[in-house]
């Protein structure tokens, strides 16, 4: 007989050790540098290595990491890191990882990847092997001198007619003989430019080279061309336009500035350099000069916001290709070299997103036709035309319809948005415009001799971020339509910098809706390189006294141009930042000018109060008792020294952190003796007031829940609507859920009467409105109101995302950069279930609920390598079950439960009485 006594040592082995082999190793995804994939430019010396993790099972977690960085492909693939290699590396960290080895060769490719160690001290399987490229570190390394071509100067009346002038057309024809390795170029302009190489467009990207203060830097990008190249002859080519630096900006027409465009420089120049590598060890490089050759052509006006003319009569069919004769070309204009620095570009370019096909095809006037593309979006449009040479075809752009079917184009003011394409006559042309975009979802074309087919137009939606970091889905389709506006608003406004909108003369990077949808814009996209360059324009704008400018890039100033809650995104967005990835390297850039901010602030200030100074904007766009502008500005004061005490530690000065909490509990002192009563009601007693006070921490400890159930005693005997504008409305949500007034959070968030969010969704919107009221079905005429300033797509009033993922689904770190997580989801009877996912800087978590009759189920997963806080509202633990068995190692926590998890997908369920 078997003696089972004798063996259970080993059957107890034999199982643990077949439990561990059921986890398989972790997997490493992701693996990036400065949070981009394969950087062919890089201006940091010390770049920085992240990845996530994917692991089966539970209580997932990397020990180790080891990385190598190699000088060859071959050499990584080998795992040997002939450049670094930072050995077995004990922890947890994934991200913000510094190189640390000897200096980076400028143009040079390195190959870098990396493995973890799992709980179990099992090593991961090498990561597919990535790379990065030092960029040109120096003045020396550009070897070419900006050009372009002298096509006139403004000769109109500045405020009457409009100066666009054509676009500048640059070759050069070069010979290669040798096989080629490697071959790179290096690009930018003052102005726009599209790299051409042997007949075809270089790169996916567009309006390179972005915007900056061009007198203070110039970006450029890189190219790896190689197999773009052929044996003989090639041509490499760019067509210039005004853009950013020489075109019209924003409202400056339209409010009568002493210049209206031109703001940067006059004409347009182009520098660029095709580095080539040969196999047999020597390089070559053509470098923009005096011996290329150029011209005018088809495209006859081009602005950002005037919109674009081609005429296709003027081609110069394989100007771009071997073989063409430019004979009748002329020499290219030499210009002086970059006032600014001239830097690799560090955030996301702009890139087509999606292709939106026609819905419909309407014709509201004779010869008159609108198409409808679905939804409201930034971008441009790909058109097929067949007319007879010489037709001149209109197209504008609309982002509503008035009553008589015809677009709405009142709201865009001086911005002309139009384009004009004229046919050469050879059957069927198809064109999109290059330097210029729209936002839109309807296109108006006259002039072509019949009526087109749907498919004539379709739209190109272009941004500089994909909006594929989150999920969410409610029991409420209202809510739903509003997550997909919110997305489409942000792709619409990220657009190279952060804009308030995409359709009007504006289109500016203005801090105060920055500030409010940071939070939210992280969720929806990651949005760290896109705001670590946003960052730097920011920094370069600020004014020399200390104060942020209202919008950035600054190319003009109006009198007072700050702000109080539009330039605190100086420091409000650099904390977003840090809380949301862990970076304190965008802490220690913006440091000194947050500094400098602050001093500002405390020479303003009268006894810790900080007045409303400069073009005061307030609660702008609020929909009922206004919040006086010196509350605002007092109280975004002590946010802002809040937050400093908070970076100043993270940065490790615990003098200035010492400092700054000081200043803000004498902010908060102040602020209280100003703004409290007795009673705990605010002498402002608005919305605003209450959840700016108690979200900022400013409400003495004593006095708070009474200024809660103040807020929410306004809210309800509103009719559970707002009465706040951009910087109110958010918070209140915010605080509504610290203070557990979760139904009436629900009821604001599911209202469909003016003003909501849900008043916009019931009027067929597509994306969010500036105002609460933008548009009626059953308006006017017009179908809008106050068509002078109405952007339909402006994504400040959609910072309502925040609180969507912070408390709906539960989704807060713990601590900066969601490595550990705070699971504390806002359950009410007022919505049935909700459900959603974030994928953060170390993975996907995901969160979901549903009501069964009396009992809850909440479903979780967190992400191998991070562990959770999860609080349900139960209050006796001994309820809260997993698979039918009570949970182990729970504890109360007010009217909580508190269970600490690791990785793994979870499934709780509990009563709620």
Same mark, same amino acid.
């Given at each position: 007989?078997?003696?089972?006594?004798?063996?259970?040592?080993?059957?107890?082995?034999?199982?643990?050790?077949?439990?561990? +082999? /059921? =986890? *398989? #190793?972790?997997?490493?995804?992701?693996?990036?540098?400065?949070? !981009?994939?394969?950087?062919?430019?890089? %201006? $940091?010396?010390?770049?920085?290595?992240?990845?996530?993790?994917?692991?089966?099972?539970?209580? +997932? /977690? =990397? *020990? #180790?990491?080891?990385?190598?960085?190699?000088?060859?492909?071959? !050499?990584?693939?080998?795992?040997?890191? %002939? $450049?670094?290699?930072?050995?077995?590396?004990?922890?947890?960290?994934?991200?913000?990882?510094?190189? /640390?080895?000897?200096?980076?060769?400028?143009?040079?490719?390195?190959?870098?990847?990396?493995?973890?160690?799992?709980?179990? %001290?099992?090593?991961?399987?090498?990561?597919?092997?990535?790379?990065?490229?030092?960029?040109?570190?120096?003045?020396?390394?550009?070897?070419?001198?900006?050009?372009?071509?002298?096509?006139?100067?403004?000769?109109?009346?500045?405020?009457?007619?409009?100066?666009?002038?054509?676009?500048?057309?640059?070759?050069?024809?070069?010979?290669?003989?040798?096989?080629?390795?490697?071959?790179?170029?290096?690009?930018?302009?003052?102005?726009?430019?599209?790299?051409?190489?042997?007949?075809?467009?270089?790169?996916?990207?567009?309006?390179?080279?972005?915007?900056?203060?061009?007198?203070?830097?110039?970006?450029?990008?890189?190219?790896?061309?190689?197999?773009?190249?052929?044996?003989?002859?090639?041509?490499?080519?760019?067509?210039?336009?005004?853009?950013?630096?020489?075109?019209?900006?924003?409202?400056?027409?339209?409010?009568?500035?002493?210049?209206?465009?031109?703001?940067?420089?006059?004409?347009?120049?182009?520098?660029?350099?095709?580095?080539?590598?040969?196999?047999?060890?020597?390089?070559?490089?053509?470098?923009?000069?005096?011996?290329?050759?150029?011209?005018?052509?088809?495209?006859?006006?081009?602005?950002?916001?005037?919109?674009?003319?081609?005429?296709?009569?003027?081609?110069?069919?394989?100007?771009?290709?071997?073989?063409?004769?430019?004979?009748?070309?002329?020499?290219?204009?030499?210009?002086?070299?970059?006032?600014?620095?001239?830097?690799?570009?560090?955030?996301?370019?702009?890139?087509?997103?999606?292709?939106?096909?026609?819905?419909?095809?309407?014709?509201?006037?004779?010869?008159?036709?609108?198409?409808?593309?679905?939804?409201?979006?930034?971008?441009?449009?790909?058109?097929?035309?067949?007319?007879?040479?010489?037709?001149?075809?209109?197209?504008?752009?609309?982002?509503?319809?008035?009553?008589?079917?015809?677009?709405?184009?009142?709201?865009?003011?001086?911005?002309?948005?139009?384009?004009?394409?004229?046919?050469?006559?050879?059957?069927?042309?198809?064109?999109?415009?290059?330097?210029?975009?729209?936002?839109?979802?309807?296109?108006?074309?006259?002039?072509?001799?019949?009526?087109?087919?749907?498919?004539?137009?379709?739209?190109?939606?272009?941004?500089?971020?994909?909006?594929?970091?989150?999920?969410?889905?409610?029991?409420?389709?209202?809510?739903?339509?509003?997550?997909?506006?919110?997305?489409?608003?942000?792709?619409?406004?990220?657009?190279?910098?952060?804009?308030?909108?995409?359709?009007?003369?504006?289109?500016?990077?203005?801090?105060?809706?920055?500030?409010?949808?940071?939070?939210?814009?992280?969720?929806?996209?990651?949005?760290?390189?896109?705001?670590?360059?946003?960052?730097?324009?920011?920094?370069?704008?600020?004014?020399?006294?200390?104060?942020?400018?209202?919008?950035?890039?600054?190319?003009?100033?109006?009198?007072?141009?700050?702000?109080?809650?539009?330039?605190?995104?100086?420091?409000?967005?650099?904390?977003?930042?840090?809380?949301?990835?862990?970076?304190?390297?965008?802490?220690?850039?913006?440091?000194?000018?947050?500094?400098?901010?602050?001093?500002?602030?405390?020479?303003?200030?009268?006894?810790?109060?900080?007045?409303?100074?400069?073009?005061?904007?307030?609660?702008?766009?609020?929909?009922?008792?206004?919040?006086?502008?010196?509350?605002?500005?007092?109280?975004?004061?002590?946010?802002?020294?809040?937050?400093?005490?908070?970076?100043?530690?993270?940065?490790?000065?615990?003098?200035?952190?010492?400092?700054?909490?000081?200043?803000?509990?004498?902010?908060?002192?102040?602020?209280?003796?100003?703004?409290?009563?007795?009673?705990?009601?605010?002498?402002?007693?608005?919305?605003?007031?209450?959840?700016?006070?108690?979200?900022?921490?400013?409400?003495?400890?004593?006095?708070?829940?009474?200024?809660?159930?103040?807020?929410?005693?306004?809210?309800?005997?509103?009719?559970?609507?707002?009465?706040?504008?951009?910087?109110?409305?958010?918070?209140?949500?915010?605080?509504?859920?610290?203070?557990?007034?979760?139904?009436?959070?629900?009821?604001?968030?599911?209202?469909?009467?003016?003003?909501?969010?849900?008043?916009?969704?019931?009027?067929?919107?597509?994306?969010?409105?500036?105002?609460?009221?933008?548009?009626?079905?059953?308006?006017?005429?017009?179908?809008?109101?106050?068509?002078?300033?109405?952007?339909?797509?402006?994504?400040?009033?959609?910072?309502?995302?925040?609180?969507?993922?912070?408390?709906?689904?539960?989704?807060?770190?713990?601590?900066?950069?969601?490595?550990?997580?705070?699971?504390?989801?806002?359950?009410?009877?007022?919505?049935?279930?909700?459900?959603?996912?974030?994928?953060?800087?170390?993975?996907?978590?995901?969160?979901?609920?549903?009501?069964?009759?009396?009992?809850?189920?909440?479903?979780?997963?967190?992400?191998?390598?991070?562990?959770?806080?999860?609080?349900?509202?139960?209050?006796?633990?001994?309820?809260?079950?997993?698979?039918?068995?009570?949970?182990?190692?729970?504890?109360?926590?007010?009217?909580?439960?508190?269970?600490?998890?690791?990785?793994?997908?979870?499934?709780?369920?509990?009563?709620?009485?």
């Amino acid at each position: 007989m078997l003696n089972l006594r004798k063996f259970l040592p080993l059957l107890l082995l034999t199982f643990l050790c077949t439990c561990v +082999r /059921a =986890q *398989t #190793a972790l997997t490493v995804l992701q693996p990036r540098v400065e949070y !981009l994939e394969n950087p062919l430019a890089l %201006d $940091v010396a010390h770049p920085r290595f992240s990845w996530y993790l994917e692991g089966e099972g539970r209580d +997932r /977690a =990397q *020990t #180790a990491y080891r990385i190598i960085v190699s000088s060859t492909a071959a !050499l990584a693939q080998q795992g040997q890191g %002939d $450049v670094w290699d930072t050995g077995k590396v004990a922890g947890t960290a994934t991200n913000q990882l510094e190189y /640390a080895g000897p200096p980076l060769a400028g143009g040079h490719r390195y190959h870098w990847r990396v493995r973890s160690w799992d709980e179990n %001290d099992r090593p991961s399987a090498w990561s597919p092997a990535a790379h990065f490229t030092r960029g040109l570190t120096r003045f020396a390394d550009w070897q070419g001198e900006f050009i372009g071509l002298d096509v006139g100067y403004d000769k109109t009346d500045k405020y009457r007619d409009l100066y666009l002038p054509p676009a500048r057309y640059l070759r050069k024809s070069f010979r290669l003989e040798k096989k080629v390795q490697r071959a790179m170029v290096y690009a930018t302009a003052r102005g726009l430019y599209e790299l051409r190489l042997n007949g075809a467009k270089v790169g996916d990207k567009f309006l390179l080279p972005g915007w900056t203060d061009y007198r203070k830097r110039l970006y450029y990008q890189a190219f790896d061309v190689t197999d773009q190249l052929t044996a003989g002859e090639n041509v490499i080519g760019a067509i210039l336009s005004d853009g950013w630096y020489a075109g019209y900006l924003g409202y400056a027409l339209l409010t009568r500035q002493d210049r209206v465009r031109e703001f940067y420089g006059v004409n347009p120049s182009f520098l660029g350099q095709l580095v080539i590598e040969y196999t047999d060890g020597t390089t070559e490089t053509i470098a923009s000069g005096r011996d290329w050759s150029a011209n005018e052509g088809p495209i006859r006006e081009a602005d950002l916001l005037m919109g674009e003319r081609y005429d296709a009569r003027l081609e110069h069919p394989g100007w771009d290709a071997p073989g063409y004769n430019d004979a009748g070309w002329k020499k290219p204009r030499p210009y002086h070299s970059s006032f600014g620095k001239i830097a690799a570009y560090p955030g996301t370019l702009i890139t087509e997103r999606e292709r939106l096909p026609a819905k419909k095809l309407t014709e509201p006037a004779p010869g008159v036709y609108v198409f409808d593309l679905g939804k409201n979006f930034a971008g441009i449009a790909d058109f097929k035309f067949t007319a007879p040479a010489g037709t001149e075809i209109r197209i504008r752009y609309g982002e509503i319809l008035q009553a008589d079917g015809n677009i709405l184009t009142a709201n865009l003011r001086r911005a002309r948005a139009t384009d004009f394409y004229v046919t050469k006559g050879d059957g069927e042309e198809t064109w999109q415009p290059r330097f210029t975009y729209h936002g839109f979802q309807y296109v108006e074309v006259t002039g072509l001799p019949a009526r087109p087919a749907l498919d004539a137009v379709t739209g190109i939606v272009l941004s500089s971020i994909a909006t594929d970091a989150s999920t969410f889905a409610s029991a409420n389709p209202l809510n739903d339509q509003l997550y997909e506006n919110i997305k489409t608003t942000q792709s619409a406004n990220f657009f190279e910098i952060p804009t308030d909108c995409p359709q009007r003369d504006e289109r500016l990077g203005w801090t105060g809706d920055a500030q409010i949808f940071a939070r939210s814009a992280t969720f929806n996209a990651d949005v760290a390189a896109f705001f670590t360059k946003w960052l730097i324009d920011l920094d370069d704008s600020q004014l020399w006294y200390g104060a942020y400018p209202n919008f950035a890039p600054f190319p003009y100033s109006r009198p007072n141009m700050h702000s109080p809650a539009w330039m605190d995104a100086g420091i409000i967005v650099p904390y977003t930042m840090y809380n949301v990835y862990g970076d304190t390297r965008i802490l220690q850039r913006a440091w000194a000018g947050m500094e400098k901010f602050m001093a500002y602030q405390a020479e303003e200030s009268d006894g810790f109060l900080r007045p409303a100074t400069g073009n005061n904007y307030g609660d702008w766009l609020n929909a009922g008792k206004a919040t006086s502008k010196d509350f605002i500005a007092a109280v975004y004061y002590g946010y802002d020294a809040k937050l400093m005490a908070e970076m100043a530690t993270a940065l490790g000065k615990p003098q200035e952190a010492a400092a700054y909490a000081a200043t803000y509990q004498n902010i908060r002192q102040a602020v209280a003796r100003k703004y409290l009563q007795p009673n705990g009601h605010t002498t402002e007693d608005t919305q605003t007031s209450y959840a700016l006070l108690l979200y900022f921490g400013l409400y003495p400890d004593e006095l708070a829940a009474q200024g809660a159930a103040r807020l929410a005693a306004l809210i309800s005997g509103n009719g559970d609507k707002f009465t706040t504008g951009f910087l109110g409305t958010k918070h209140i949500m915010l605080v509504l859920a610290n203070y557990g007034y979760h139904d009436l959070a629900y009821r604001l968030f599911q209202q469909t009467e003016y003003p909501s969010w849900g008043f916009s969704v019931v009027n067929g919107s597509t994306s969010v409105w500036e105002r609460w009221n933008s548009f009626t079905r059953d308006s006017d005429s017009n179908n809008a109101i106050n068509a002078a300033m109405n952007s339909f797509s402006h994504y400040s009033l959609g910072a309502v995302a925040e609180w969507m993922f912070v408390h709906a689904l539960g989704l807060e770190t713990q601590g900066p950069g969601y490595r550990q997580l705070r699971i504390q989801p806002a359950i009410s009877r007022e919505m049935n279930q909700l459900a959603g996912s974030y994928r953060s800087i170390n993975g996907t978590i995901s969160s979901a609920w549903e009501w069964q009759g009396d009992e809850v189920t909440f479903r979780l997963t967190v992400p191998a390598n991070v562990t959770a806080e999860v609080l349900l509202p139960v209050s006796d633990p001994q309820q809260l079950r997993e698979g039918g068995k009570r949970v182990k190692n729970t504890r109360a926590q007010g009217e909580r439960t508190a269970i600490a998890v690791g990785s793994g997908s979870y499934v709780f369920t509990f009563p709620i009485d």
